[in-house]
């Protein structure tokens, strides 16, 4: 797993071992970036179930001006730091959340916070044949304070496997749907 564009590409980041770490593949991370292009340039982000880092400090890697991570895991987070350090990007840019993202939410919105691109790979759900989705993707697209966290003109990317069938919300218009193996990549933004 690697850094693969920007001001650290090619930067080697470290994940932790175990069953339940998923990092996002490196030619989904290409995909999404790619289609991201200078949209990066100058962007605040929220970087949800950040893990180990890999899109955040893709982001970061690719000019956005601040970021913040949220993660709960305090395992993955000590990856994460660890990712930021020998990536050489400036940890001054970073602010990393380890917390809940839901619980992180109301927070953030009290503060007055908001986000050119709000990005996130949750942990995979079940299957979901014939009933709605109970997934984290899912419950992002539900969640009621997260939409009023994006920026006009911003960007949620969230990620989700295929055999996740998700509702979007009308609170959310969807841009861009990409595909590569499992993974479904999807571009929303609020409607004007």
């Given at each position: 797993m690697r850094i693969i564009g920007g001001l650290a590409a090619g930067r080697l980041l470290k994940v932790p071992d175990g069953i339940g770490v998923r990092p996002t593949p490196d030619k989904v991370k290409l995909a999404v970036f790619n289609s991201l292009g200078a949209f990066l340039d100058g962007a605040r982000v929220l970087d949800l179930f950040a893990g180990s880092g890999a899109l955040g400090l893709e982001c970061l890697s690719r000019g956005a001006r601040e970021m913040v991570s949220v993660e709960l895991s305090e395992k993955h987070a000590r990856f994460f730091r660890q990712n930021l350090h020998s990536s050489g990007l400036p940890a001054g840019?970073?602010?990393?959340r380890v917390q809940d993202v839901f619980t992180a939410f109301p927070q953030l919105a009290e503060a007055?916070?908001?986000?050119?691109?709000?990005?996130?790979?949750?942990?995979?759900?079940?299957?979901?044949?014939?009933?709605?989705?109970?997934?984290?993707?899912?419950?992002l697209l539900d969640d009621v304070v997260l939409p009023g966290l994006l920026a006009?003109?911003?960007?949620?990317?969230?990620?989700?496997t295929k055999r996740d069938t998700l509702e979007i919300p009308s609170v959310w218009s969807e841009r861009k749907e990409m595909r590569h193996g499992d993974t479904?990549?999807?571009f929303l933004h609020r409607p004007s």
């Open positions: 840019l970073v602010t990393l007055g916070r908001s986000f050119d691109l709000i990005i996130a790979d949750p942990p995979y759900g079940e299957k979901n044949v014939g009933r709605r989705s109970t997934s984290l993707a899912q419950k006009t003109g911003g960007l949620f990317v969230v990620g989700h479904v990549m999807r």
